[in-house]
């Protein structure tokens, strides 16, 4: 980047947990004098981890003003959506006709959510979807017997929460002597296949409990009469069908996209084709879109950004760590892996503090409702990481090409065409693995 002589500006555009990491993060990496704005069109930062809980009374989100935390980092607030950017100029667009310029641009403006199956009840796509599941419950008890599909839409869906969600349910119907069906529909191999046999060893015994059925190496298709078809044409039979929402590309005019929208960026998160523009978390081709990588993916930005306005410090990369606090009926189950083949699962949190998010800077920040100072104790890993010279490739090359992989068996051509992308821009090196002629199948 080269020198100028005045303070560098760096515009966050984004509201959710990738903005906010890259926003704590930028002030713990760069130098004090970098000026830094947010753009958000969000007056408050509402992290959706805890929403799964909310139907069944058993916490819920918080809400933080995004006011307050700019204040606590000392950055610029812009409560407007970011509309185009001229990364020639380096100029941001607003939706209001605002025109930012800006230095360096880190985007973080997340995608979109909808309904993966027509007539579902489709969790994640609007606030008020936990009334719904609350007038589930009732339908189901007043039916008995009756029974609810959880059907996970694709080999590249998070899973956890149609999981908790299935769990919470099953443990209301059974305390109130519901004898429902509840069946677990997923194209996974087994349970928690992300998260390796630690996972299945230990959630298998929580469904059995429960007399939840598990469904695997299953594509969800549509929804027939009677229940809820898969690609293999068997007929899943339900009277109700609950599934996570799809997350579709939101495109930023003037900027890269791959084939399905998404901005390809490589392991420092920077723009393909750009030289001062970045992208972390859900706005990405990344193929996993989940909180605790999208902070992650923030961390690698942060770093990489904090090298070209003057930081020695050599960026690190973007090496994804997959971790989750799966809620159950009784105490949550602490899930981390690594694509290089860590497989650990424990009802002892596995991370400090023990947020729902793991965020580096964003769950200490959140866990103190206080700003962090630079010096201050991040996210501390419980178990010792895998030393580099053990991982072999790049774990997120690894995992944009599992997930491809994934997707070509279960004939979602798109999605395994886009993952593939998603590894090739990480890496332009990349092999990938199958050759194009070799995926076949419906989109």
Not at 76 to 99: C, K, N, P, Y
Not at 108 to 124: I, K, N, Q, S, Y
Request: net charge negative.
């Amino acid at each position: 980047m080269a020198t100028i002589d005045r303070p560098v500006r760096v515009l966050i555009a984004g509201g959710g947990v990738a903005a906010l990491e890259l926003l704590l993060a930028l002030r713990v990496y760069a130098s004090p004098d970098v000026e830094i704005t947010l753009l958000t069109a969000n007056a408050d930062f509402a992290p959706r981890a805890m929403t799964v809980a909310e139907p069944f009374e058993r916490g819920g989100a918080a809400r933080y003003e995004w006011s307050q935390i700019a204040d606590d980092q000392r950055a610029g607030l812009v409560l407007d959506r970011l509309d185009a950017v001229d990364a020639t100029e380096r100029i941001a667009f607003t939706h209001d006709g605002r025109r930012i310029h800006y230095d360096v641009l880190a985007l973080a403006t997340g995608a979109r959510r909808v309904e993966p199956f027509a007539g579902a009840l489709t969790f994640g796509t609007r606030a008020d979807v936990g009334r719904d599941l609350r007038a589930l419950v009732a339908d189901v008890v007043v039916r008995e017997p009756a029974s609810v599909a959880f059907a996970l839409p694709s080999p590249s869906s998070w899973p956890l929460p149609l999981y908790e969600l299935a769990l919470l349910m099953a443990g209301e119907l059974r305390e109130g002597c519901c004898a429902a069906a509840v069946r677990i529909v997923t194209p996974e191999v087994h349970a928690l296949e992300l998260f390796g046999p630690a996972a299945h060893d230990a959630i298998m015994p929580m469904l059995e409990a429960l007399d939840i059925e598990l469904i695997a190496d299953a594509q969800p298709r549509e929804l027939v009469v009677g229940g809820l078809r898969l690609a293999d044409g068997q007929v899943i039979a339900a009277d109700h069908v609950v599934t996570l929402a799809e997350v579709v590309a939101r495109p930023v005019p003037g900027l890269p996209a791959d084939r399905a929208g998404f901005i390809p960026v490589d392991l420092h998160g920077r723009v393909v084709g750009q030289t001062t523009v970045y992208a972390a978390g859900e706005v990405t081709s990344f193929p996993l879109r989940q909180g605790g990588l999208a902070t992650q993916q923030a961390d690698a930005v942060a770093q990489a950004i904090a090298t070209d306005v003057g930081s020695p410090a050599p960026p690190a990369p973007f090496e994804p760590v997959l971790r989750g606090r799966l809620l159950t009926n009784g105490a949550p189950l602490y899930l981390q892996s690594r694509p290089s083949g860590q497989s650990l699962a424990s009802t002892r949190a596995l991370w400090s503090p023990p947020g729902k998010v793991a965020g580096r800077f964003l769950a200490p920040y959140l866990a103190t409702a206080r700003p962090p100072r630079i010096g201050d104790s991040a996210l501390a890993e419980r178990v010792p990481a895998i030393p580099d010279a053990e991982r072999g490739e790049c774990d997120a090359v690894t995992l944009a090409l599992t997930l491809a992989d994934a997707e070509t068996r279960c004939g979602n051509t798109s999605r395994a065409l886009q993952a593939r992308d998603a590894a090739h821009a990480l890496d332009p090196e990349t092999d990938r693995h199958v050759a194009m002629a070799d995926v076949t199948g419906p989109a």
